[in-house]
């Protein structure tokens, strides 16, 4: 009870919570995770397990394996753990007997079978009698291998994984024209001068600097705080990740896993939860519950619910790409937390089995029309060209109509009359809905000043059609006048200019409205962008 920080704990003689303490020998300095063993606290359990290096079961001599040491060790075969030692206690109680240790070792081996272990022994103790904890003192002289403590002193670290992951925490200006990326290396390490990928998007270019706290350094490893100032000035946030290109994580819309339930909400079926994967976080459905794992055989059992610590497989669903590793391979970026999107409470943890990797095209399943109508110079262009970019960079197959180019080609025969305005916005959502109904993400920008004119638009593409509005004031989109039309109109060279001579109906509730004279370029595309996951997610889901 050295451990048990709790009132309950101490009275109970039982452990709740995890209990960290830190120890050290003349070799290693250790971070001890006392976690609980009752059936009730298997998510504790799991807890304390997912950041270790080696695990400690106790098995009771006197009475032998429980359904819950299997548990446990199944958890740890799970997250792999490299070194699992089981800890044979109250040999005092069997006389310390050398056939009462072989049997309990025998007995657990065979309840174990099938489990992977990297290292599993077994070691025979007496805590209350101190024996085989730090030293044997004579009690079982059959015994020839060391105690406890010499055994975890001369375990091998665990071999870290090489491949470079650096999960951006966020956006930095170190210094005048400098432009940095926040946060550590969780595996692998990195040098000025080399290359990197920048993960979704795909973008690659090389490291000019890495800053530490005590200044600029040549290279950073696992756990170094540190500031990556890139050649070239991209668009990368938080939730981003630098990997080298050659070994890059998989950028995934889904993903097979192992959770274990820590509400005592039960987990619900394409219900939506927040997945959180290092520094990103994507909106997330379970799509499937391959089986659940009974507490008593171990066995698979079929499920369609999760509840308090139980442990299962799962198939999960995400809006957005998330850049992950399969577990084994890389703890950090093959781990997550599902958090309830109404109170942010933590639904689950579980570790990454397979991720399938992206196939371009292949996310839409149902397409989409985003028909972005605002004044001319708000920005629809250009949120069209960079939210289409970055959704073509996460696997969406997207197709750009724009109000110039189908004038150019589709409209070249249409004038600016009323009608002939009304012509243009009937062609352009009847190719926007033979696309959307392929599977095909569509964006047009068109003005579209009439709210008749939309409508007659949404009617026509249904259910698909999802109006924006580029919301910009018409004295800042007269200042950008980039084509030089608003001077034009103001000396009457173009008649029926809207916003000039022209009337512009607003929107009375758009399903996205985009403040471009507040937001930069690349918030409203983000902004877009997630709209856009999110739709096309619902309609998957």
């Known amino acids: 009870l050295l451990t048990d920080g709790l009132r309950a704990e101490r009275e109970q003689k039982i452990t709740i919570d995890v209990a960290y303490r830190t120890f050290a020998t003349a070799k290693r300095r250790y971070l001890l995770a006392d976690t609980p063993g009752h059936a009730r606290y298997t998510r504790n359990m799991f807890t304390g397990v997912s950041t270790a290096e080696a695990v400690i079961l106790l098995l009771d001599a006197e009475r032998g394996p429980t359904r819950q040491t299997y548990l446990h060790a199944f958890i740890a075969s799970l997250l792999g753990m490299p070194h699992v030692l089981v800890a044979v206690n109250k040999m005092d109680l069997v006389g310390y007997e050398q056939d009462a240790f072989e049997a309990r070792a025998e007995e657990f081996r065979a309840g174990v079978h099938g489990m992977e272990f990297a290292d599993l022994r077994f070691l025979p103790v007496s805590a209350v009698e101190g024996e085989g904890i730090v030293s044997y003192r004579g009690a079982m002289p059959w015994f020839h291998g060391p105690s406890v403590l010499h055994t975890l002193d001369d375990l091998e670290a665990a071999a870290r994984p090489y491949f470079f992951r650096f999960p951006v925490q966020g956006v930095v200006r170190p210094g005048p024209g400098l432009r940095g990326l926040m946060g550590e290396a969780c595996s692998g390490a990195i040098r000025v001068g080399e290359m990197v990928q920048v993960l979704p998007s795909g973008e690659t270019t090389s490291v000019v600097e890495i800053l530490s706290p005590d200044g600029p350094v040549e290279s950073c490893t696992v756990g170094d705080p540190v500031i990556v100032v890139l ?118 943890a579980g570790v990454v089995l397979r991720v399938p990797a992206l196939e371009p095209g292949a996310r839409s399943e149902r397409g989409l029309c985003v028909w972005m109508t605002g004044l001319s110079g708000a920005g629809k262009s250009t949120l069209s060209d960079l939210t289409a970019a970055r959704l073509r960079a996460a696997g969406v197959a997207v197709v750009q109509l724009d109000g110039d180019a189908l004038r150019a080609g589709l409209n070249r025969d249409l004038a600016f009359s009323e009608s002939d305005r009304t012509e243009n916005i009937r062609r352009t959502a009847e190719v926007a809905r033979l696309l959307a109904s392929q599977g095909v993400v569509v964006i047009c920008s068109l003005i579209s000043p009439m709210r008749s004119q939309r409508e007659l638009a949404a009617e026509i593409v249904g259910d698909a059609w999802f109006e924006v509005f580029v919301d910009c004031p018409l004295e800042v989109a007269e200042a950008r006048d980039v084509k030089g039309l608003y001077a034009r109109a103001r000396r009457g060279e173009i008649a029926g200019f809207t916003g000039v001579s022209s009337p512009y109906e607003p929107p009375d509730c758009p399903a996205l409205r985009l403040l471009t004279s507040e937001y930069g370029p690349g918030e409203a595309a983000q902004r877009l962008v997630d709209f856009v996951n999110s739709r096309i997610f619902l309609a998957r889901s």
């Not at 000035?233 to 939730?239: A, P």
């Not at 809006?319 to 781990?335: F, H, I, K, N």
């Open 231 to 348: 050649a070239d000035d991209l668009d990368v946030g938080r939730g981003a990740m630098l990997v080298r290109p050659k070994n890059p994580a998989t950028v995934a819309h889904s993903a097979e896993a192992m959770v274990v339930w820590m509400s005592e909400d039960p987990a619900r079926l394409r219900s939506p939860y927040r997945v959180l994967s290092g520094t990103a976080s994507a909106l997330g459905t379970i799509g499937e519950i391959a089986y659940r794992v009974a507490p008593d055989t171990l066995h698979r059992e079929a499920a369609d619910s999760l509840e308090l610590n139980h442990v299962g497989k799962v198939s999960l669903r995400f809006a957005d790409t998330l850049c992950l590793d399969v577990y084994r391979s890389d703890r950090t970026t093959g781990s997550f937390e599902l958090l309830s999107v109404e109170t942010g409470e933590v639904m689950a």
